[in-house]
T-cell receptor
Framework: KQEVTQIPAALSVPEGENLVLNCSFT??????LQWFRQDPGKGLTSLLL?????REQTSGRLNASLDKSSGRSTLYIAASQPGDSATYLC????????????FGQGTILTVHP | GAGVSQSPRYKVAKRGQDVALRCDPI?????LFWYQQALGQGPEFLTY??????LDKSGLPSDRFFAERPEGSVSTLKIQRTQQEDSAVYLC??????WGKGTYEQYFGPGTRLTVT
């Protein structure tokens, strides 16, 4: 059974810092991996999706990397801003499924001015 | 449509009551998923529909949970005889990807927060 773990569970940083969120998964037979952002009372917003054949994806100040063989992904956020404060969720899709996601428990990020 | 919508946004039920949660997916999306998110946890898969067919219900926690999508569009998740442990946010997601094609990217609704007292 696939298990996804995110470290740290919570992170508080001053504005302007660069930071890294970690995600690990136990079964390397994934189709792709996705990072989401969740704001309180809101649904999930997709940030980045990395196919299993890719090593990284970038969008603005966000960069996500994937090392499928070691079962790890990182989300790098550059020059953090208070508006980045949210819960960040990592999720993986199996290669033999129709798209069912297995999520980690999330990292709660607080960026203070 | 503009996105996935869910109703109601908040539901308070007394223990033992039945509830029905509605999901309106993005128009034309073939795939529809339900997830349950307990407080402080990541979402967990409940069930999957491709059009009107429920292809996977392995995540439904008990036979008190029932989902349907009779016309391949709107879906309803029903919980009978609610218990306190059913308190959670129920998220719906839709995708236009079907088997073997594309990225399977899912678009999530805002969720329904169910509180059982």
């Amino acid at each position: 059974k696939q298990e996804v773990t995110q470290i740290p569970a919570a992170l508080s940083v001053p504005e302007g810092e660069n930071l890294v969120l970690n995600c690990s998964f136990t079964d390397s037979a994934i189709y792709n991996l996705q990072w989401f952002r969740q704001d309180p009372g809101k649904g999930l917003t997709s940030l980045l999706l990395i196919q299993s054949s890719q090593r990284e994806q970038t969008s603005g100040r966000l960069n996500a990397s994937l090392d499928k063989s070691s079962g790890r992904s990182t989300l790098y956020i550059a020059a953090s801003q208070p508006g980045d404060s949210a819960t960040y969720l990592c999720a993986v899709r199996r290669g033999t499924s129709y798209g069912k996601l297995t999520f980690g428990q999330g990292t709660i990020l607080t960026v203070h001015p | 449509g503009a996105g996935v919508s869910q109703s109601p946004r908040y539901k308070v039920a007394k223990r033992g009551q039945d509830v029905a949660l509605r999901c309106d997916p993005i128009s034309g999306h073939v795939s529809l998923f339900w997830y349950q998110q307990a407080l402080g946890q990541g979402p967990e898969f409940l069930t999957y529909f491709q059009n009107e067919a429920q292809l996977d219900k392995s995540g439904l926690p008990s036979d008190r949970f029932f989902a349907e999508r009779p016309e391949g569009s709107v879906s309803t998740l029903k919980i009978q005889r609610t218990q306190q442990e059913d308190s959670a946010v129920y998220l719906c997601a839709s995708s236009q990807t079907t088997w073997g094609k594309g990225t399977y990217e899912q678009y999530f609704g805002p969720g329904t927060r169910l509180t059982v007292t």
